[in-house]
């Protein structure tokens, strides 16, 4: 039984930090764990121009720890309006490096976001030409497709009209929930892959209902049926390098949370690779962790690899019921539970 080891350090391929104060105190627990991490753009107002994301971008290194070496990878929030010329000026210039389509009102901050997938087809064009990474929250929005169906329902309608279309152009299908999803990336050409989240990895949705409402089980996508997890866990461990770590990792405080209307996203950020590693030991696949975690991620977004290291050991992690992030209580995945896993450097 293998009881530590030690692998590249891993990048979040999907995260939010959100802004000021919040992103101040979030972001030394991803720069703990991880070397780099593509920054999703959902501000209000949203990060659309290059401009827009130099300047976030600042706020973010400023946050990092002295002595820690930490680079966030900005992404452009794409709406009706986006400008493709910004769009490839941002990243020939190294501050883009992917856009990220958001339906609009599929998820939080979305408001702005993207209406009819064909307005935004001359960018699409323009990213395909230019080889940049389109990041997708994929789920349709009609009131009338079951909240647990979103994501089936998001392939069948429009994503697969984007891959025809877009043959060359690099797609990141994030935070993947369903074996629907698991079967499309599979299927799909090497253009097309998909980051998975812990949360997803370890609960079905009975999580979010069993025992009254838990709130802090609630994020978007919400989590489906233990057999799309029993995929996700499988595609996840499989080795496969369509496959890598996004955590989706979503702080609102603890009052937002428990709320009359609770918001959507769940806090993975301060114990992620030890929820991750805990799901591999599980399956018997830790061998194919680093591949999911410090691999698979930099392969398909054509960047070197982390030379750093980081070390896991099998022994107790006590995560709290909450943390402080500016000034107020919030509550990080896992609360309360005891890991097998920790984190040593």
């Known amino acids: 039984m293998t009881d530590r080891f030690t692998i590249r350090r891993p990048d979040d391929w999907h995260?939010?930090?959100?802004?000021?104060?919040?992103?101040?105190?979030?972001?030394?627990?991803?720069?703990?764990?991880?070397?780099r991490a593509i920054v999703m753009p959902n501000l209000t107002p949203p990060v659309t121009t290059m401009a827009l994301a130099e300047a976030y971008r600042a706020r973010i290194r400023a946050a990092v720890p002295n002595g820690v070496r930490?680079?966030?990878?900005?992404?452009?929030?794409?709406?009706?309006?986006?400008?493709?010329?910004?769009?490839?000026?941002?990243?020939?210039?190294?501050?883009?490096?992917?856009?990220?389509?958001?339906?609009?009102?599929?998820?939080?901050?979305?408001?702005?976001?993207?209406?009819?997938?064909?307005?935004?087809?001359?960018?699409?064009?323009?990213?395909?030409?230019?080889?940049?990474?389109?990041?997708?929250?994929?789920?349709?929005?009609?009131?009338?497709?079951?909240?647990?169906?979103?994501?089936?329902?998001?392939?069948?309608?429009?994503?697969?009209?984007?891959?025809?279309?877009?043959?060359?152009?690099?797609?990141?299908?994030?935070?993947?929930?369903?074996?629907?999803?698991?079967?499309?990336?599979?299927?799909?050409g090497p253009q097309v892959a998909a980051t998975i989240t812990p949360q997803h990895l370890h609960i079905n949705r009975n999580a979010m209902l069993v025992g009254g409402i838990q709130p802090h089980n609630y994020c978007l996508p919400v989590a489906k049926r233990e057999e799309h997890r029993l995929a996700l866990r499988k595609a996840a461990t499989s080795g496969n390098p369509k496959f890598f770590l996004g955590t989706d990792s979503a702080p609102h405080l603890r009052k937002a949370k428990e709320a009359a209307c609770g918001c959507a996203g769940i806090f993975g950020a301060p114990f992620a690779l030890e929820s991750y590693v805990t799901v591999f030991d599980e399956e018997g696949a830790l061998e194919r962790f680093e591949g999911f975690a410090a691999l698979h991620g930099p392969a398909f977004y054509r960047l070197p690899v982390n030379e750093e290291t980081i070390t896991l050991v099998r022994g107790e992690t006590d995560v709290p019921e909450v943390l402080t992030v500016a000034g107020e209580e919030i509550v990080p995945w896992h609360a309360g539970q005891r890991l097998g896993w920790r984190l040593v450097g």
């Not at 979030?26 to 991880?34: E, H, K, L």
């Open 70 to 188: 930490f680079e966030p990878l900005m992404t452009c929030y794409l709406t009706d309006d986006t400008d493709p010329d910004d769009l490839v000026r941002g990243a020939a210039a190294g501050v883009f490096t992917a856009a990220k389509l958001y339906p609009a009102h599929a998820t939080t901050n979305s408001a702005a976001g993207v209406t009819n997938v064909e307005k935004i087809h001359p960018v699409l064009e323009r990213m395909e030409a230019e080889d940049i990474v389109l990041c997708i929250h994929g789920e349709v929005t009609d009131h009338s497709v079951d909240v647990f169906d979103r994501e089936k329902v998001f392939i069948e309608r429009h994503l697969r009209a984007i891959v025809a279309a877009f043959p060359k152009l690099r797609i990141v299908f994030e935070h993947i929930t369903t074996a629907d999803a698991v079967d499309f990336v599979l299927g799909a």
């Open 15 to 35: 995260l939010h930090f959100r802004d000021g104060e919040i992103m101040r105190d979030v972001v030394p627990y991803t720069a703990r764990q991880f070397a």
